[in-house]
């Protein structure tokens, strides 16, 4: 598909705040800056959505609100050294599964961890996952949704003029 047409589908999403064709500077600069990004805790941040955005040719940035719809699939994982998932991001909605479990620390009100040890041992990777947007999966099953870290974030709503808003989120598409 031609970015035209997937920024036309993209404009149709109800939450959809700007679409913006990304030109080669605009990408080079924003994916440059995304992959310089670490964690403030000091472990180790492996960003498999941007290698995943990396492979492909187009690129355009999305502003929106609340949700986008994306696929049910998480956004981050904590894995230990042997590759074992021990913490994940949740939905709001999927909480309640992991309040009462005495295996669970929480590193935040979004993300149950499941083996305190593995965190103590300071052995682990945070994991930036590949997202999908479910109004893309038909038409363009191997798409890729980067979401930015903020400094990212305000370099893409500088460049295209996406308002300074809390509610008013950017990711990057890539196909």
């Not at 992991?98 to 305190?116: G, I, T």
């Not at 996952?129 to 479910?134: G, T």
């Not at 109004?135 to 099953?141: A, G, I, N, R, T």
Request: aromatic letters at 6%.
């Amino acid at each position: 598909m031609e970015p035209e047409e997937v920024a036309e589908m993209l404009r149709q999403q109800p939450q959809t705040v700007s679409v913006s064709i990304m030109d080669r500077d605009a990408t080079e600069e924003a994916l440059g800056e995304e992959s310089c990004v670490g964690t403030s805790s000091g472990i180790v941040l492996v960003n498999e959505a941007l290698k995943a955005a990396l492979k492909k040719k187009h690129f355009i940035c999305t502003a929106f609100r609340g949700s986008i719809g994306f696929s049910d699939e998480h956004s981050m994982q904590m894995i230990d050294q042997t590759g074992r998932v021990i913490g994940f991001d949740i939905r709001p909605e999927d909480r309640h599964l992991y309040e009462d479990r005495s295996d669970v620390v929480w590193l935040s009100d979004d993300f149950p961890m499941f083996n305190s040890e593995a965190i103590s041992s300071g052995k682990v990777e945070m994991v930036m996952l590949p997202r999908h947007l479910a109004c893309l999966m038909k038409p363009l099953p191997d798409h890729v949704v980067v979401i930015p870290a903020t400094t990212v974030d305000w370099l893409l709503r500088k460049r295209f003029q996406i308002p300074l808003n809390c509610q008013i989120a950017t990711s990057i598409v890539a196909f």
